[in-house]
């Protein structure tokens, strides 16, 4: 069954990191735009960053520039999003979502939820001392 499964969530403090990863099971990620979003409690989701699975192009919401970075392991077909120095505000339940047939770009960001073809799970990330 073709599934995308979100982990490395947990409680962190501020200052502190977190890598979160994105498992692809049944389809590849070769020729597909991988993003990440973050849904905080009452808040809409909104997006942090995307990476091309065909060569590693990484592009970030301009407000998550400089603390996250997005990588991808092709072979483990696993995207990883790597958080530095957390803040309080950065609390919020990750995704990752797959497009296939996409790079990454301004048009990954513009797609309706339900129009991407893959969502993980989402894991929670707190960040409080």
């Known amino acids: 069954q073709a599934q ?3 982990s490395g969530g947990g409680l962190v403090q501020p200052g502190g990191s977190l890598t979160l990863s994105c498992a692809a099971s049944g ?4 020729y597909s735009a991988i993003g990440w979003f973050r849904q905080a409690p009452g808040k809409e989701r909104e997006g942090v960053g995307c ?3 065909s060569d590693g192009y990484t592009g970030y919401v301009e407000s998550m520039k400089g603390r996250f970075f997005i990588s991808i392991d ?3 077909k696993t995207v990883f999003l790597q958080m530095n120095n957390l803040k309080p505000e950065d ?3 990750y995704f990752c979502a797959v497009e296939q ?3 990454c770009g301004d048009e990954f960001f513009r797609m309706y939820q339900e129009e991407y073809d893959y969502w993980g ?3 929670q990330v707190t960040v409080s001392s």
Do not use: H, P, W, Y
């Open 51 to 53: 990476i091309s699975g």
């Open 101 to 103: 047939g996409l790079v």
């Open 27 to 30: 389809f590849t990620l070769d």
């Open 74 to 76: 092709n072979a483990k």
């Open 4 to 6: 995308l499964v979100n």
């Open 91 to 93: 609390t919020a339940v």
């Open 121 to 123: 799970q989402g894991t």
